[in-house]
Structures are given as C-alpha cells and as structure tokens.
C-alpha cells in the first residue's frame, strides 16, 4: 500500500517538449529531494553530460527549460532522495534514468555494466557505480502530424484479428527489399499488406511495440526477449523495428506504416504491457521506474522490502497511484491520437484493476477512466483477462466497452477435434458467442475474441504435430512453457513422411480454422498459420528471435490449400451478415415482413435427423456430430438467408437428414475441409440425406 502522493496538475507537460527555441522538460517524482536532467553528447572519448538542475512544483513535477536544445537531442535523469529499502525507497543518483514520457529511446542495456542499483552481495545496499554509459538514452521528439486515419472504422461484429510479430512477419519476406525487412517499413511494404486483404483481415494486432528490453538470465544464455512483453518506455515505439535510425526516425517511420494500413483498410490494435516493466523485481536492473519511485510505481508487499508480483515477472505496476494511472492514461491517449492506433489489446489486465490492497477490483478507476475518456471511450479495447495472482482470472467480468479472449473457446475447441470430449454441448455454447460466459447485461457477440492459436503456445500446424513441447532450445531443459497443449500428433511425434498422416494433420489444420472463423463473436488469427508455420514443436518461443519463431512464407505454395480456405471462409463471413451478428441469438422464430411466421428459427440444432435435437440428443456423451442453423433476422429479401453448418468430429463418415419444411426447400454445398470431390456439388434436395466424412466441416447455405 502506498501513501497519498500529490498528482500532476497538468500531465500534458511532462516529457521532453520542443518550444520557443529550446526544450521544456518536466519529470514526476514526487518523493525525490533533487532532480538533475543529464544532456548527453556523443564525442570521440565517447558520451559526455551536462547536467542541469531542475525545480520542483507543489504537485510533484520538476522542470526545467534549456534554450539551444532540440530534436534528436538524448538525455537521461539523476534522481536523489531517500537509500531506505525497508520503506520502499530506493533513490540513488549513480544510476542514470530514461524519462516514462520518452517518445524515443535509443541505445541498449550492457547487462554486465553498473545497472543494478544496488552492489553484488545485497539487494539492500546502494551501488556507488555510475550506469550511464551501461543503459538507453531517453531522445527529444519534435511534433509531427499523426498518420491518416482509415476511412471506416470497421464495427465490431465485423473485425477479424490477425495476431502478429512484427519482426518476425517480414523477416524472411522475399518481396520486402531486405533493408526493411523486420521492421515498420518492412510491413507497410506493399506485398505485405496486399497478402493481408487478400486474405480477409480487417486488423492487425502488433506484439508489444512499446520500447522494450531482455531479462538478464536470457541475456546469460546467448538468447534475448523476441516477443517484447518486457516495457521500457510506454511512449516509445520500439527503436530496433526502425529502418532508419533511433532518435525519432523510429516515430515517423511507425506513424507511415499506420497510414499504409489505414490507406488499406486495416486498423492498427497494440498488445500492450502496462502489468509490469522490464525492470523486473528489486534485484533487477534499475534503469527509470524503481529509481524514481519504487514505492509509488511498484506493489509492495506491506513490509515495503519486496515486491508484491501477480505477474510472474518481478513486479506489478501499481494503478492504485493516481499518478501512475495517469501515466497510463497518457500513454494510452498519445497512442490513438498522435501514433494513430485503433485499440489496444492488455496484457494481464486483470493487475490494472486491483485495488491499494491488491484486490480485484471491477470498479477500478482504471476502468471508469476508459469508460468515460472521449478518446479512449471510441477505441477498441480488448482484454486479456487474468493475471497469476488471487482471483486474477476474470473471463467474462469486464462488462460493456471490453472484449475478452476466450480461452474457454480455445480449450475446448481443441479438445473436440483430438476428440477428447463429452458430448457437443459445450460446443454449441463456442460455436454461438459462449453465451454461458458473456451473454449478460446486454453485452455484444463481439464480447468474446475466440481464439484456437496466439503467439504463446503451439502454432496451428504444431498443434496436429505434436503431443508435447520441445522447448530445448530455449535453455530451461524443457522446463518452461505449459504442459496442457490440448493437441494431437495424429499418430506420430513430429514431421513424418507417411502421407496418411500428413493427409490427416492437414485436415484437422482446416477443421480447427473453419470452427474459429465460422463460430460467433470476434476471430483471432495467428500470423502465419494460414501458412503452415511450425516452431518445431516449441511452445513457448518469447525468446526465440530466429527462424524458429519467424513466418517462413517459402511455405505458401505447399500449404496454399490452407491458405485458400482460409481466404474463402473469411469472404463467406464478410458476404453473409448471419455470420456476423452484433447480438446473441435464443432462437427466436422469424416473422416476415407481414408478421406472419416463416417456419424457423434464427437459431436451431440438428444432430443428424430431420427435427432438432432433444435433450437426450444433447446428453449423449457418444455424440460427435452437431449441426447449426443460422437464419438472418432481417425479413427484407436481401438479407434473407440462412446456413446450416455441420461440425463432425468422429473419424468414420456419417450420414446426417437435412431438415425440410420451413427449414429449406434445398441445401447447397458452399466450403468444407475435406478433400475435393468428398461431397455433392448439386442442390441437395431438402428431406434427404447427406455423408459427411470423418473429421469435417461443411457449410450448407439454404436454399
């Protein structure tokens, strides 16, 4: 628990900001007794400073203004106070700091310099060892207009996400011209953004862009941090994905490559990582957080000596502090209006929201402050909602304004296709919102982000691949990353040549994305799974910025039939408004235009005869076999359409009534994921049967 700290009054002046011939700086540090700004030059003897002192305001803040001082212009701050770890304070000037309201850092961390705050053999006592030549350099950004906002921001029940690295997307691109490959340019390139619209994305979610750096035991084993959950600078956009320089090129160079996506169509969502900073825990380096206020920044535990972490990582960002929730807020702010960005994605939210005592809180000012902000208010926030701490999983608890990852999707829509379930109700709950989870207080389909893949697991093709990890390469001896994958290697651990069970894992690679796109709710994809991408079996690539974790787009002509399917699916859900409702559906009867009932439902269950399913039909614990009818709400002709979609999950075909009467005069096969020729190109008549073969999907529209 922290004691009340004074709020700055204006919080637009903090930063390093270019006017009237010089540069204003302003820091918030409220518990800190001085304040000395350190400009940092670059000389042939290597980097020289020159200090100024800064003043202090009742609210907290410390300012100065330095005439002559411009863009491009690196500085770092020494902040003294109080040595008193056992009161949560751990001020010490040795150590030079980056500015939390740094637009731009560059340089690195040299993890065997100074940069711990205090010496080897104690966590409690001050190292007298100046860091400044051992950490990043905060840089002064000049204004610059924000990039072009895309012309239709496109409604929930329209988005499909597609989760991906932006590194690793282009990396081995073989149009993007090498010099940009990896970086913001590289995905702005015009053959990259032309493979995402003909594919059918409508956003892309960017792993953490924010400046961010490697944990010291990965540095120690040769590795670094690839994915970016590890903050540094929440202004800043990470300087190593900049193609042209590090002090604010970096800046322009994000802002053109939103105004490519925008041009395109495409919004720009950020996953986004205020729950911790890549500081760690108080033995870790101190390189700005800790050093301006470990106390005010940071959940303690009530003895102030140690950190209070329900993120796994070392520490726990402290929203609690008005202050710090302000830094938030801004950084939030700064990247939808001056970056340009359409949402964000959080990171462990469910720390955001705890409370001075550490308790979840779904009240939380944090969330009011979203609620109520004219810029944050518009934007599409999307939760991922736990942490590891007490009650930190939250699924379903975030209300209007929030959508969630579904991981209840995710696990059980695995476990159908390897066939390790109980029945299908459950999957009916997946395939229509996971009503049982979101379905309160009026909250949209979009509510829920389905998922069956992201960055932190198997991919999709892994998924069919293997039955464990094999994290070797990551150096914990396989220790490292979960054990509950939920896949199934078709018979066979890793790659085989035996082409039935190349056949089979291919399948279920289409099984597993027709479910995802076709189900309610928001989908997420993961960049490169239309492509077959494997990490060999790795479940837990954060630290693998190799080709282990990059999209090998060599892959495209042999897993073009993915590819093709996943292009024709998420076209079928963008045509046909009954795959993207905003509402649940409770199977309510259809009315026309007259008010006179049209002999079906909005909603309806068949398990394979002419009439829907009965309450046995649902508890067989056997069944393996569900189909779905879609109906359109609207009576006006063009929207009057309806589906029938079947999911059959057992290995042997299996023949299924298509219901008649009100249901349709006859059916048409539109898609499916089994082999060409498996299934009737003609009009089936409605009343007859139709052979589904194991393992398939099969999208029937009404006729």
């Keep these: 628990m922290t004691t009340s700290l004074p709020v700055p009054a204006d919080t637009s002046m903090l930063g390093a900001h270019v006017v009237d011939g010089g540069t204003a700086f302003a820091l918030w540090a409220p518990r800190a007794t001085r304040v000395e700004l350190a400009l940092v030059h670059a000389t042939e003897h290597g980097r020289q400073q020159v200090n100024h002192e800064m003043e202090q305001s009742a609210d907290g803040v410390w300012h100065t203004f330095v005439r002559g001082v411009g863009a491009e212009q690196r500085y770092g701050y020494r902040v003294h106070g109080a040595w008193d770890p056992a009161n949560g304070e751990r001020f010490n000037p040795a150590k030079l700091l980056l ?42 950004v000049d204004d610059s207009p924000p990039p072009r906002p895309i012309a239709r921001p496109v409604p929930l029940a329209d988005t499909v996400v597609y989760e991906l690295h932006v590194k690793g997307f282009t990396r081995l691109h073989p149009l993007v011209p090498e010099h940009l490959r990896g970086t913001y340019s ?25 400046q961010f750096v490697s944990e010291p035991f990965l540095i120690s084993r040769g590795l670094s941090n690839y994915w970016g959950y590890n903050t540094l600078g929440f202004f800043a956009p990470h300087s ?71 993120t796994g990582c070392g520490n726990s960002v402290d929203t609690s502090e008005p202050g710090v929730l302000r830094l938030v807020l801004d950084s939030l702010r700064y990247w939808v209006t001056e970056m340009g960005v359409d949402g964000f994605r959080f990171d462990l939210v469910t720390t955001l929201v705890r409370d001075e005592r550490h308790h979840v809180d779904q009240e939380h000012p944090f969330k009011a402050a979203l609620r109520d902000d004219p810029v944050l208010s518009r934007v599409k926030l999307i939760a991922e909602p736990w942490d590891v701490g007490p009650y930190g999983y939250q699924v379903g608890a975030f209300g209007h304004g ?56 198997f991919t999709l093709r892994d998924l069919v ?27 066979v651990e890793g790659e085989t040549d035996d082409p039935r069970i190349n056949a089979l894992r291919r399948r279920q ?44 787009w060599d892959t495209r002509q042999e897993w073009a039939d993915l590819t093709g399917l996943t292009r024709r699916l998420l076209a079928l859900r963008a045509e046909h408004p009954v795959f993207r409702r905003s509402t649940f559906r409770h199977g309510e009867q259809l009315v026309d235009s007259t008010d006179h009932p049209m002999g079906r439902k909005n909603l309806a269950w068949f398990g394979g005869g002419r009439h829907e399913m009965t309450a046995e039909d649902w508890h067989d614990p056997h069944r393996r076999t569900l189909g779905v009818y879609l109906a359109h709400d609207a ?54 049967s139709l052979r589904i073969p194991g393992r398939t999907v099969v999208v029937l529209q009404v006729d």
């Design 240 to 310: 190593a994905y900049g193609s042209v320089g590090t002090l604010g090129q970096q800046v322009d160079e994000f802002k053109q490559m939103v105004s490519a996506l925008h041009d395109a169509g495409i919004e720009v969502i950020l996953d986004v990582v205020y729950n911790h900073t890549g500081e760690g825990g108080h033995e870790g380096p101190t390189l700005s957080f800790r050093g301006l206020d470990h106390l005010g920044y940071y959940r303690l535990t009530d003895d102030r000596r140690n950190d209070y972490d329900v």
């Design 465 to 491: 691949t293997y039955d464990v990890k094999h994290n070797g390469g990551n150096g914990e001896s396989n220790r490292d990353g979960t054990d509950d994958n939920r896949s199934w290697n078709c018979g």
């Design 509 to 552: 690679t289409k099984n597993l994305m027709a479910t995802l796109v076709l189900a309610a709710g928001v989908p997420m994809l993961t960049a490169g799974d239309e492509l077959g991408r494997t990490q060999g079996g790795n479940n837990n690539a954060y630290c693998q910025d190799s080709p282990t974790s990059w999209v090998h």
């Design 186 to 210: 590289g995905l702005a390139y015009p053959a990259v953004v032309a493979h995402l619209k003909s594919l059918g994305v409508t956003a892309v979610e960017l792993l953490p862009v924010h």
């Design 635 to 688: 009576p006006n002709r063009d929207h009057d359409e309806a589906f029938l979609v079947w999911y059959h999950g057992g290995a042997e075909p299996v023949d299924v009534e298509l219901p008649d009467g009100g249901w349709a005069d006859t059916y048409r096969v539109l898609v499916h994921t089994g082999e060409e020729g498996e299934l009737p190109v003609d009009k089936i008549p409605a009343g007859t």
């Design 99 to 140: 500015d939390p309201y740094a637009r731009a850092i560059t340089g690195g961390v040299d993890y065997s310099g100074p940069i711990l705050d205090h010496v080897d053999g104690s966590n409690y006592v001050p190292s007298p060892e100046d860091s400044s030549a051992a950490v990043p350099l905060s840089v002064v």
């Design 402 to 457: 929030w959508s969630e990852w579904n991981d209840r999707f995710r696990n059980y829509v695995r476990d159908f296709w390897r066939g390790n379930t109980s029945g299908v109700a459950e999957l009916g709950q997946r395939l229509v919102g996971s009503p049982d989870v979101f379905d309160v207080d009026n909250r949209p389909l979009g509510a829920g982000v389905n998922f069956v893949t992201a960055h932190d697991g």
